[in-house]
């Protein structure tokens, strides 16, 4: 399946763009999967999103725990802890 | 309920006059977040931004009674005196308008998708603004 993934802040500048559409195999169902798979990239990918690293997502931009299932078509984002107000 | 994500500059004493304007309120409480020392980048996610500020704004007004409440969010470059956010909300009594003004001011600094980057770098968030949001559970 397709989904739209997103990065802002520290994360967009360290990954170097603002986002993809991506095709996801077929055992990648989860937020927390779908950073695994991103962080197998490499190089900046496996810094940027390591696992001791404190990374929020958002699913169809509303905060979502690791543990929030994909489905087609959905709109993630990987950011920062926030720092607005 | 008025939420605003926006460039420009405020006026906070005609916001908190917009709120006063129905007979029913006898208290505003607001709070204003100015940029302090040096200057910032703010950035946010379009969308998830308002949905965010509407989803607290819902939240306070489920807890407390509140009779309107206008929260506007600054993103951009901002200048040290500028002003950043306003939260101002309208009750009966004061008790409701200070906790509700509160309550949206610390779940917007953990909820709301907004980075502030100075010259030196992006800012850290802090576990004091994780721990003042905590209490309201």
């Given amino acids: ?85 | 309920m008025k939420v605003s994500v926006q460039r420009e500059d405020f006026d906070a004493g005609a916001e908190i006059r917009a709120l006063s304007s129905d007979p029913r309120v006898g208290a505003v409480a607001s709070f204003v977040g100015v940029v302090r020392e040096v200057g910032m980048t703010l950035e946010h996610y379009p969308g998830m931004t308002e949905k965010a500020l509407h989803r607290i704004v819902d939240e306070a007004t489920g807890r407390w009674q509140v009779l309107g409440c206008t929260v506007i969010h600054r993103y951009g470059e901002l200048k040290p005196t500028d002003q950043i956010v306003l939260v101002a909300v309208a009750s009966a009594h004061r008790g409701d308008a200070f906790a509700a003004c509160e309550f949206i001011m610390d779940y917007l600094k953990t909820q709301a998708p907004f980075w502030k980057k100075e010259a030196a770098g992006w800012v850290e968030a802090r576990a004091s603004d994780d721990k003042a949001a905590e209490r309201w559970r």
């Fill in chain 1, 1 to 85: 399946m397709k989904v739209k993934v997103l990065f802002f802040a520290a994360l967009r500048e360290q990954l170097g763009t603002p986002g993809e559409e991506i095709e996801l195999p077929s055992d990648v169902g989860t937020v927390a999967a779908l950073r695994s798979h991103l962080r197998r990239r490499g190089g900046a990918w496996e810094l940027a999103l390591a696992e001791g690293k404190l990374v929020r997502a958002a699913l169809n931009q509303d905060m979502a725990p690791p543990t929030s299932a994909l489905k087609a078509g959905d709109e993630v984002a990987f950011f920062p802890p926030v720092t607005g107000g």
